[in-house]
Protein backbone atom coordinates (compact mmCIF):
# COMPACT_ATOMS: atom_id res chain seq x y z
CA UNK A 1 0.00 0.00 0.00
CA UNK A 2 1.20 3.58 -1.10
CA UNK A 3 1.41 5.80 1.95
CA UNK A 4 2.45 9.76 2.58
CA UNK A 5 5.60 8.39 4.29
CA UNK A 6 6.66 5.96 1.30
CA UNK A 7 5.86 8.67 -1.39
CA UNK A 8 8.39 11.16 0.94
CA UNK A 9 11.75 8.71 1.19
CA UNK A 10 14.72 10.81 0.33
CA UNK A 11 15.93 8.68 -2.41
CA UNK A 12 13.38 9.62 -4.71
CA UNK A 13 13.89 12.75 -6.76
CA UNK A 14 11.75 16.04 -5.95
CA UNK A 15 8.94 15.33 -9.12
CA UNK A 16 8.27 12.44 -8.17
CA UNK A 17 7.45 12.70 -4.66
CA UNK A 18 5.64 15.47 -5.68
CA UNK A 19 3.05 13.30 -7.82
CA UNK A 20 3.79 10.25 -5.30
CA UNK A 21 1.86 12.56 -2.67
CA UNK A 22 -0.59 14.20 -5.44
CA UNK A 23 -1.58 10.98 -6.57
CA UNK A 24 -2.29 10.08 -3.10
CA UNK A 25 -4.33 12.87 -1.78
CA UNK A 26 -6.72 12.86 -4.99
CA UNK A 27 -7.43 9.56 -4.22
CA UNK A 28 -7.75 9.20 -0.69
CA UNK A 29 -9.32 12.91 -0.27
CA UNK A 30 -10.48 13.98 -3.63
CA UNK A 31 -10.86 17.21 -5.56
CA UNK A 32 -11.60 19.60 -2.82
CA UNK A 33 -12.87 22.90 -4.30
CA UNK A 34 -12.54 25.99 -1.49
CA UNK A 35 -15.96 27.83 -3.13
CA UNK A 36 -17.96 28.73 -0.01
CA UNK A 37 -16.32 26.64 2.42
CA UNK A 38 -16.77 28.13 6.05
CA UNK A 39 -14.58 25.90 7.82
CA UNK A 40 -11.05 25.14 7.65
CA UNK A 41 -8.28 23.45 9.83
CA UNK A 42 -5.56 26.11 10.62
CA UNK A 43 -2.78 24.93 7.51
CA UNK A 44 -5.34 24.41 5.30
CA UNK A 45 -6.50 28.16 5.69
CA UNK A 46 -2.99 29.25 5.81
CA UNK A 47 -2.07 27.96 2.89
CA UNK A 48 -5.65 29.41 1.36
CA UNK A 49 -4.92 32.47 2.05
CA UNK A 50 -1.91 32.94 0.21
CA UNK A 51 -3.37 31.26 -3.18
CA UNK A 52 -6.02 34.06 -2.50
CA UNK A 53 -3.36 36.64 -2.10
CA UNK A 54 -2.06 35.57 -5.89
CA UNK A 55 1.35 33.47 -3.99
CA UNK A 56 0.09 30.15 -3.59
CA UNK A 57 2.84 28.15 -1.35
CA UNK A 58 2.37 24.90 -3.45
CA UNK A 59 0.64 24.01 -6.45
CA UNK A 60 -1.38 21.44 -4.35
CA UNK A 61 -4.74 22.31 -3.03
CA UNK A 62 -5.14 23.04 0.31
CA UNK A 63 -7.27 20.47 1.60
CA UNK A 64 -4.08 18.41 1.21
CA UNK A 65 -2.08 20.21 3.13
CA UNK A 66 -0.73 19.49 6.41
CA UNK A 67 0.97 21.36 9.52
CA UNK A 68 4.09 18.92 8.87
CA UNK A 69 3.83 19.95 4.83
CA UNK A 70 4.10 23.60 5.47
CA UNK A 71 7.13 22.75 8.48
CA UNK A 72 8.87 21.02 5.84
CA UNK A 73 8.75 23.71 3.13
CA UNK A 74 11.70 26.04 4.50
CA UNK A 75 14.86 26.50 2.89
CA UNK A 76 16.99 23.72 3.35
CA UNK A 77 14.24 20.74 3.86
CA UNK A 78 12.87 17.96 2.12
CA UNK A 79 8.90 19.11 1.22
CA UNK A 80 6.70 16.54 0.85
CA UNK A 81 4.30 19.18 -1.67
CA UNK A 82 7.07 20.89 -3.70
CA UNK A 83 6.94 24.56 -2.28
CA UNK A 84 6.36 27.49 -4.93
CA UNK A 85 8.33 29.69 -2.25
CA UNK A 86 10.71 28.84 0.44
CA UNK A 87 9.48 29.75 3.73
CA UNK A 88 11.93 30.87 6.29
CA UNK A 89 11.30 30.13 9.93
CA UNK A 90 11.76 33.10 12.24
CA UNK A 91 10.52 31.95 15.55
CA UNK A 92 7.58 30.66 17.47
CA UNK A 93 4.61 33.55 18.56
CA UNK A 94 5.10 34.70 21.98
CA UNK A 95 2.90 36.63 24.05
CA UNK A 96 3.90 40.11 24.16
CA UNK A 97 3.27 43.69 23.97
CA UNK A 98 1.72 45.27 21.05
CA UNK A 99 0.11 48.58 19.60
CA UNK A 100 -2.94 49.29 18.60
CA UNK A 101 -4.75 52.28 17.71
CA UNK A 102 -2.44 54.15 20.06
CA UNK A 103 -3.08 51.65 22.99
CA UNK A 104 -1.24 49.03 24.43
CA UNK A 105 -2.72 45.23 24.21
CA UNK A 106 -1.70 42.09 24.98
CA UNK A 107 -0.13 42.61 28.74
CA UNK A 108 -3.34 41.59 30.31
CA UNK A 109 -6.78 40.01 29.62
CA UNK A 110 -9.74 42.57 29.51
CA UNK A 111 -11.99 42.69 32.69
CA UNK A 112 -15.98 42.00 31.20
CA UNK A 113 -17.22 44.79 29.17
CA UNK A 114 -13.71 46.60 29.33
CA UNK A 115 -10.98 46.95 26.55
Not at 107 to 114: E, S, V, Y
Request: glycine share 8%; proline share 5%.
Amino acid sequence: MVTKPLCSLNPFSRDFRQQCVSGLAKAQLGDAASGDKKAWFCSEFVSEAFVRAGHPLTLAQAAWISPSDLLHMREGDVATFKPETQLQYVGHLKLGVYLQAGKLVGLNKPKDGAE
